[in-house]
């Protein structure tokens, strides 16, 4: 069965920390994505990554900043929270192959700064 | 560019009624399309996705949706809604990658459902 994982599922942070959250699967996926999800403004990318070490920005990258260093893992950093950071993050993996590769999903970090 | 529009951001049912969620596109390109379903405090999953074989897709849980062209629409059915249907339902659309393998996902902003006993 496939697999993502996300570091935290609540988090608290208050504004001005460095924040991590950190993303693992395990289905050999070259894609990572990280997305952030938002009442009435559906899912938005933050960035994505499509090899180790290769990162794109999405629709939404500022403020935040990632690390591949391993295939499995796609970190995502808040180098300075802020109270409109606070957000449910979503991280996914897929497959390298074109238009129709499906989306794994992890269960989300709902994050709160204060 | 490609974009998608849910026609709806609530529906409510009774139970063992039949499902109606509208989605449209629009796309300069042959679009991937998909429906994510997300339950309360569960991840993002995989319904259905149409991918240019057959119009008609089948997904899990007994929905299923129809892709057609002339109207550009992704409409998701089920014939008879379930307790356990009520969830977060979004349509997304593929959009092809101005390099590389990578593959973007433009996300509709959702319809719940609700299912009234």
């Known amino acids: 069965d496939v697999k993502v994982t996300q570091s935290s599922r609540y988090l608290v942070k208050r504004t001005g920390e460095k924040v991590f959250l950190e993303c693992v699967q395990d289905?050999?996926?070259?894609?990572m994505f990280w997305y952030r999800q938002d009442p009435g403004l559906g899912l938005r990318l933050i960035y994505f990554?499509?090899?180790?070490?290769?990162?794109e920005k999405g629709d939404i990258p500022e403020g935040y900043s990632v690390s591949r260093e391993k295939k499995e893992r796609f970190s995502l950093i808040l180098e300075s929270a802020s109270t409109n950071q606070t957000s449910m993050y979503l991280c996914a993996s897929s497959s390298r192959g074109g238009r129709t590769e499906t989306q794994y999903f992890g269960p989300g970090t709902r994050l709160l700064v204060l | 560019a490609q974009s998608v529009t849910q026609l709806d951001s609530h529906v409510s049912v009774s139970e063992g009624t039949p499902v109606l969620l509208r989605c449209n596109y629009s796309s300069s390109y042959s679009p991937s399309l998909f429906w994510y379903v997300q339950h309360p405090n569960k991840g993002l999953q995989l319904l259905l996705k149409y991918t240019s074989a057959a119009t008609l897709v089948k997904g899990i849980n007994g929905f299923e949706a129809e892709f057609k062209k002339s109207e550009t629409s992704f409409h998701l059915t089920k014939p008879s809604a379930h307790m356990s249907d009520a969830a977060e339902y979004f349509c997304v659309v593929s959009d092809r990658a101005e390099a590389g393998n990578n593959r973007k996902l433009i996300w509709g902003l959702g319809t719940s459902l609700a299912v009234n006993p």
């Open positions: 990554s499509y090899d180790v070490k290769m990162k």
């Open positions: 289905m050999d996926h070259e894609n």
